[in-house]
């Protein structure tokens, strides 16, 4: 008995009974932490699904004929065709339950909350619309106690809402987000609403913990079993060797790297096993670390000359597409993160008649037309990036100071591009003009920098289109 005990009491049995128990406690606290994460990972993501169906919904809802479409429902190839295209967008989005329109107020009499159907979707679209679907779009539907607390935030301050809770039907535990559709005049009309299944939810959420937990015990009982194992080699003094000598490494000079290579290889080991391999595979990186030293000077050098090439434009000398994109996507990480809190404006120019003086005085008088615009862009935008991104377009972003002065600017290379284009002492291809517009940032409206840039390039095509029909497409 005592032997029995005694063997077991040693570190080949005890570390690994050790890290069992660990083991136990750490699965139970992974079960509830990862099972708890992933419910809420999985309702952020089902929140912003359900933001964009119901931003779609509203969208493509006339908040002005709402009466209209109550009256006449399904009858109405409009309402018809509405329907259509929200059973579209229900099949692109998973686990959606229900999706509808109501109008929801607060019954005078009783103090209910109550919602009249606009729209509620069925299984599945179909032309043959049952009798009871018919007769459902204009009726009341009285909600629970849980929604009267919020009706005030989606009729009266026109907020978006959502919560969890079960339905009155069959139920089912649901996640329910509510947007308020307004009309014209910016009154509360309706709300357009989803619920997603929270019991899909769920049930996916602990199949992932399980599989999780398995993968975790399986890997973690073969890791001590290897550890065991090791532990029962003698290895300890090979590997304080090698660590010591890897820790004596120095790559300041040629003969640093030789010294540290010639320590290492003077150690020998051969133990027949994976250590051989580890020590191989070190004294080989040793070696490759010696060689790519040597030139790392020289790698350094064309590494920034590729990284100069890629974010300069060849002709112009201002920034690339390339660099124009990763400002674009720095500028969009800060929209995300609510960290742009200055304001900024984009300006998109687009050089007028190149194809013009490509044709007439060849490329090479070209490519001088368009540094020469490209002169003027930079000379007015002192402080601020240009961009080349195609051909004939430039793009500035205006900050700080020139954005505070983005309306005198304007006027200013309006000023410089009248001015050469009208010169008559000047040859053809050297008068030169651009048309411009310019968007600017809006921290309440604006969600992607891809808004600003189609705003700006719509009116620089508008300030185009204004130009040819005055000066015609060529001169």
Known sequence: MKKLL???????????????????????????????????????????????????????????????????????????????????????????????????????????????????????????????????????????????????????????????????????????????????????????CVDFSMGAMIGKGITFVLELLAVIVVEFLVIIAMVNFLLSVILFNPIKKMTNCIKNFKFETDKDRYDSLSSMEALQIHLNNELDDLYDALVMSLKDSAYYMQNFERARGEIKEISETAYKDALTGVGSKTAYNNTIEQLQTGIDRHTVTGGFAIVMIDVNNLKYVNDTFGHEHGDDYIRGCCRIICETFKHSPVFRIGGDEFVVILKDADYDARVDLLAEIEDAFDTTYHDESLPAYARYSASYGMAVFDLDKDRSVEEIFKRADALMYEYKKAFKKVNGSYR
């Open 6 to 192: 005694k063997k077991y009491m040693t570190l080949k049995y005890r570390i690994p009974a050790i890290i069992i128990m660990s083991l136990l406690v750490l699965g139970c606290s992974i079960i509830g932490i990862s099972f708890k994460r992933y419910e809420d990972l999985n309702v952020e993501k089902h929140v912003k699904m359900a933001e964009g169906i119901t931003r779609l919904m509203a969208d493509a809802f006339d908040a002005d004929k709402m009466d209209y479409y109550i009256e006449h429902n399904y009858s109405d190839p409009e309402y018809m065709e509405l329907l259509k295209y929200y059973y579209t967008i229900r099949e692109s989005y998973l686990d959606v339950e229900y999706m509808y329109i109501y109008r929801l107020f607060r019954d005078e009499g009783d103090g209910t909350v109550k919602g009249q159907v606009i729209v509620d979707l069925d299984e599945e679209y179909t032309e043959d619309v049952p009798q009871e679907s018919i007769d459902w779009i204009g009726e009341l539907y009285t909600f629970n106690a849980g929604i009267m607390e919020d009706v005030e935030r989606i009729t009266e301050d026109k907020e978006c809402i959502w919560e969890i809770g079960e339905s009155e039907e069959d139920g089912k535990r649901l996640l329910t987000y509510c947007r308020p559709i307004l009309d014209s005049e910016g009154n509360y009309v309706c709300s357009a």
